[in-house]
């Protein structure tokens, strides 16, 4: 479960980002990218408790385009006005804590990552490459890096989930971000920091290549140089793949924050709420047969899944 940290959408491409040393990181830098994750948390956490599966308001009637009559769930800010009233304003920023330094740990080691790259690629000399073999090896460079930055901040993120997983059950028991590091070393011990971990790596590499491969693709041989809009065509190219490769990933996403909450102690985790998933395997076949592996990839317009739609009468 796009967050901004759980999403694959928002995992740069390759190229795309100024390489960064750890000198450029100032506070100025990191304060920045404290209050993007803060006015963006509303969203993660509303996505979260979709993806777990907390459905609190009832479906409403809605028409498709050609007339016919399906059941809609709450969109996001039917969704945050529950939580509004529930928890008041402040609710919804339920869980901001390990984001915010997962945010400024995930900056500090990309940028060390990238000078250690930048040092050694200083150091070879290469032969000339093709277009498509100098794509490859940024990609391979930055996938290298974006998994080490995922093993970096999983532990907060794992954290962050389970604090905004208790808004199902009511639950206190990740109230801050000691509490939950005492929790989970004191009843899972230090794998537990890293529950959901592969599918969550699997996604963004996955959303990597993809994302790359194709904007490299539609820019080599979609985009004629004759067109006149061709320099701008292919400088949104990467952004909208990214769009669409994003929903390609979703379950993985949907996926690793599941496992996050399995069997932690929440009810959002356990029987009747959730089933207890063996791995992440077995949770990726549930979610499937159930016909909800793509839970939480939108906001608006979410159809009540097919297996448990009631028949609407006229």
């Known amino acids: 479960m796009m967050e901004a940290e759980n999403s694959p959408g928002l995992v740069v491409a ?16 990191l304060l920045l990218g404290a209050a993007v994750t803060a006015a963006l948390h509303p969203l993660i956490y509303v996505k979260l408790l ?9 479906p409403i009637v809605g028409t498709t385009m050609f007339g016919r009559k399906v059941l809609y769930l709450p969109g996001f800010f039917s969704y945050a006005q529950y939580i509004i009233k529930v928890d008041g304003k402040m609710g919804l920023f339920r869980g901001l804590s390990p984001r915010i330094v ?14 250690v790259a930048l040092l050694t690629n200083v150091e070879k000399i290469e032969a000339p490459q093709s277009s498509l073999g100098k794509v490859v090896k940024e990609t391979t460079h930055e996938m290298i890096i974006q998994c080490v930055t995922r093993v970096a901040i999983h532990p907060f993120h794992v954290m962050s989930v389970r604090c ?20 989970i070393l004191k009843e899972e011990g230090f794998t537990g920091f890293f529950t959901g971990l592969i599918p969550h790596v699997l996604g963004e590499v996955l959303f990597l290549w993809c994302c790359n491969l194709l904007s ?6 979609a985009v004629d140089d004759s067109f006149s809009q061709a320099p701008a065509v292919r400088s949104y190219s990467k952004f909208v793949m990214g769009i669409a490769v994003t929903v390609l990933t979703s379950p993985f996403m949907l996926v690793a924050d599941v496992m996050a909450v399995n069997n932690c102690g929440l009810a959002a985790g356990l029987p009747p709420h959730s089933p207890i998933f063996k791995s992440w ?34």
């Open 14 to 29: 390759a190229g795309q980002e100024a390489t960064a040393t750890p000198e450029d990181v100032e506070p100025p830098v």
């Open 50 to 58: 979709i993806q777990v599966g907390h459905e609190p308001l009832p």
């Open 102 to 115: 997962s945010s400024a740990v995930s900056t500090v080691v990309r940028s060390k990552a990238k000078k």
């Open 164 to 183: 905004m997983a208790q808004f199902v059950g009511r639950e206190v028991k990740y109230s801050g971000l000691f509490t939950c590091i005492r929790s």
């Open 216 to 221: 490299h693709f539609i820019n080599t041989y």
């Open 281 to 314: 395997m077995h949770c990726w076949n549930h979610l499937r047969h159930k016909g909800q592996i793509f839970r939480g990839s939108s906001f608006f317009f979410r159809r009540v899944p097919v297996t448990s739609m009631p028949i609407i009468k006229d």
